[in-house]
Nanobody
């Protein structure tokens, strides 16, 4: 599976962004697709996930109420809608595909990673 993340950029606090993760190479059936983020000098953190087959989602407490994950099966694309952005949301956002369930699976066991897209939120 090849993953291509896009949609990052510079946004003012309180603004919104929609990130996309386009997948190619094979069917995503049975995969958990996830979003992670890594701020400068910090570890990579889980943001949320969607099970490609069932559509079941989970969202990390840090962004709950401000983030929504969705998918478009026809386009093989996952989305992360982020609203009410805060400066602390500034990070490189990565998408991932895991045969093991998210968010409990360790990052080292995740099968595929996208290249990341930078989100910068100015105050």
């Amino acid at each position: 599976v090849q993953l291509q993340a896009s949609g990052g950029g510079l946004v003012q606090a309180g603004g919104s962004l929609r990130l996309s993760c386009a997948a190619s190479g094979r069917s995503l059936s049975g995969y958990d697709m996830g979003w992670f983020r890594q701020a400068p000098g910090k570890e990579r953190d889980f943001v949320g996930h969607i099970n490609w087959s069932t559509g079941t989602t989970s969202i990390a407490d840090s962004v709950k109420g401000r983030a929504t994950i969705s998918r478009d099966n026809a386009k093989n694309t996952m989305y992360l809608q982020m609203n009410s952005l805060k400066p602390e949301d500034t990070a490189v956002y990565y998408c991932a595909a895991s045969r093991l369930p998210l968010p409990t699976t360790r990052s080292s066991n995740i099968n595929y990673w996208g290249q990341g897209t930078l989100v910068t939120v100015s105050s």
